[in-house]
């Protein structure tokens, strides 16, 4: 009656069902990824993401519903036309002020 005992260690079907439960937790992390990324589809409707700050190569990826607009710095010093607005002042403690002109 040897040939009657179920053995469970011979069977290939306990490796396939070990492989979809390993397939199911790296799905469930990734979604968990997902979900924290700050651009993603169902986050926020407005949401402003700096790589880099200050240094020459920065970007700012903004995403205002489902559009998203990526500004990249090119490192010159940017330059235009317009008028003086007034003065600013920055005190002892960090704080700035502005006083416009008349």
Request: net charge negative.
């Amino acid at each position: 009656m040897r040939f009657l005992d179920n053995d469970d260690a011979d069977d290939p079907m306990l490796s396939v069902v070990n492989l979809v439960d390993l397939f199911l937790v790296i799905i469930g992390i990734l979604m968990v990824v997902i979900a924290q990324n700050p651009l993603n589809p169902f986050s926020q409707d407005r949401v402003v993401v700096i790589e880099n700050p200050g240094e020459e190569d920065m970007r700012i990826t903004i995403k205002e519903g489902q559009e998203l607009t990526r500004y990249e710095s090119s490192g010159a010093v940017g330059q235009g036309q317009g008028a003086r607005a007034g003065v600013t002042y920055r005190l002892d403690d960090g704080r700035m002020i502005y006083v416009p002109e008349s």
